[in-house]
């Protein structure tokens, strides 16, 4: 899949940094709501998809540090790990808990579980994609 694009390599360095923070943004813009996850995992993995295209298998998985299928175990992990504070507090599994912070640059902060179910979410996505798409150009190659 490498490719010698000059145009595709400096658009791909260009936009790989920016659609990662995109997918950040995704990820937080409804902190208090369920369903940034989703979109955001599949923009992050879109942008490491983008790199793999003007690059080849091992810079990616240089790219991404970790290998995708243990990024799919911890986001597993973490959207279940969500729905347990709710049976400590008395309420039903994935019942939504709230905690109001008071942070020196945001000032007062609600963070819930719903936050930690998207991260999860987020984590499963990105880990579900690239195990996906890095095995077929593994076995592409």
């Excluded at 260009?14 to 208090?32: A, C, K």
């Excluded at 000032?107 to 930690?116: R, S």
Aim: contains cysteine; glycine residues 10%; proline residues 5%.
């Amino acid at each position: 899949m490498n490719s010698l694009s000059l145009v595709l390599r400096t658009t791909g360095y260009f936009l790989l940094p920016l659609l990662l923070i995109f997918s950040v943004f995704l990820l937080l813009r409804g902190h208090d709501e369920p369903g940034g996850g989703f979109i955001a995992g599949l923009v992050a993995a879109a942008a490491v998809c983008l790199h793999l295209f003007f690059t080849d298998v091992p810079a990616t998985r240089r790219l991404i540090h970790i290998d995708p299928r243990d990024l799919l175990g911890w986001g597993l992990f973490l959207a279940t790990l969500s729905g347990v504070p709710g049976v400590f507090m008395g309420d039903a599994f994935f019942t939504s808990q709230w905690v109001e912070l008071t942070l020196p640059i945001l000032g007062e902060t609600k963070l819930g579980t719903p936050l930690l179910f998207d991260i999860g979410v987020y984590a499963v996505v990105i880990g579900t994609v690239l195990t996906i798409v890095l095995s077929l150009a593994e076995a592409e190659e």
